[in-house]
């Protein structure tokens, strides 16, 4: 079965950086997207971007540019996500989602990943 | 960015309700939407891409309709295990977008 299991949860200072991972399995890894997607504390969704796990091409939020860089591990089917800089307004949950490129949805989620930053 | 704007953003209803969430893009998407269910503590579920197509293993009384900029999801008759929130997510462009969220709140 089709599972995406994420690192566990993270407190950092602001200024610092995290790196979350998302551990996929149960299907061909290479043949999906990534796609990651935050929820602050009481909020909304917020799409952050994706990554093609085929050819490592990335399409990120204008707003994240230049403090997101998303990767992939095609030889342990991982996808992660680093983000720099930190500010409080980042603490949030962070889901990673198997994108079906062809339809361009997001079928399976991760658990979540807790970051909280604050001094 | 195309913004998704979703009505309304809470409502109470009852067990056997049929309710409707709306959902309306400010530039055509033509079908590119997907409707999600999320739950406290638990990651978004997809329930309808492509406006109205169901996700396997979703009740048939979740459904969606619509194209351009206006979109609906209705639940036939509500049950318990769907009090929650729903978030429309528009899939034509870059940046993907959701909607605010409408909250499902038992009455």
């Known amino acids: 079965q089709v599972q995406l299991v994420q690192s566990g949860a993270e407190v950092k200072k602001p200024g610092a950086s995290v790196k979350v991972s998302c551990k996929a399995s149960?299907?061909?890894?290479?043949?999906?997207?990534i796609s990651w997607v935050r929820q602050a504390p009481g909020q909304g969704l917020e799409w952050m971007g994706w990554?093609?796990?085929?050819?490592?091409?990335?399409n990120y939020a204008q707003k994240l540019q230049g403090r997101v860089t998303m990767t992939t591990d095609t030889s342990t089917s991982t996808a992660y996500m680093e983000l720099r800089s930190l500010r409080s307004d980042d603490t949030a949950v962070y889901y990673c989602?198997?994108?079906?490129?062809?339809?361009?949805?997001?079928?399976?989620w991760g658990q979540g990943t807790l970051v909280t930053v604050s001094s | 960015a195309i913004r998704m704007t979703q009505s309304p953003s809470s409502f109470s209803a009852s067990t056997g309700d049929r309710v409707t969430i709306t959902c309306r893009a400010s530039q055509g998407i033509s079908s590119y939407l997907a409707w999600y269910q999320q739950k406290p503590g638990k990651a978004p579920k997809l329930l309808i891409y492509?406006?109205?197509t169901l996700q396997s293993g979703v009740p048939s009384r979740f459904s969606g309709s619509g194209s351009g900029t206006d979109f609906t999801l209705t639940i036939s008759c509500l049950q318990s295990e769907d009090f929650a929130t729903y978030y429309c997510?528009?899939?034509?462009?870059?940046?993907?977008?959701f909607g605010q969220g409408t909250k499902l709140e038992i009455k």
């Open positions: 990554i093609s796990a085929y050819n490592g091409n990335t």
């Open positions: 997510q528009q899939y034509y462009s870059y940046p993907r977008t």
């Open positions: 149960g299907y061909t890894f290479t043949s999906y997207g």
């Open positions: 492509a406006a109205s």
């Open positions: 989602a198997r994108e079906i490129s062809k339809l361009g949805i997001e079928d399976y």
